[in-house]
């Protein structure tokens, strides 16, 4: 059973950052790709960002430039570093890891708010 737990959200001011972090039961080299999904209320999940087994990297429009995906094989995490956060990247973001099946950490809020 693939466990994934989120960390690293909270109350952010806007122009500020978080780190969220992504810690996987074991060997993440076993998924495909990772990564991390949101959701703000009444709008539906959006793929935030995306890595590889490879390294590869995708982004959403609205973060490129200010999220960063990276992943850490040794520790078996993944983080999305988030910096100029604005007002409207509130909402609860969720890690996904796929394999032949995709799995979901349980989700954590991150709130940007003066």
């Known amino acids: 059973q693939v466990q994934l737990v989120e960390s690293g959200g909270g109350l952010v001011q806007p122009g500020g950052s978080l780190r969220l972090s992504c810690a996987a039961s074991g060997s993440i080299l076993r998924f495909s790709a990772m990564g991390w999904y949101r959701q703000a209320p009444g709008k539906q999940r959006e793929l935030v960002a995306i890595?590889?087994?490879?390294?590869?990297?995708n982004y959403a429009d609205s973060v490129k430039g200010r999220f960063t995906i990276s992943r850490d094989n040794a520790k078996n995490t993944v983080y999305l570093q988030m910096n100029s956060l604005k007002p409207e990247d509130t909402a609860v973001y969720y890690c996904?890891?796929?394999?032949?099946?995709?799995?979901w950490g349980q989700g954590i809020q991150v709130t940007v708010s003066s």
């Open positions: 890595i590889t087994s490879g390294g590869n990297t």
């Open positions: 996904n890891a796929l394999a032949l099946y995709p799995y």
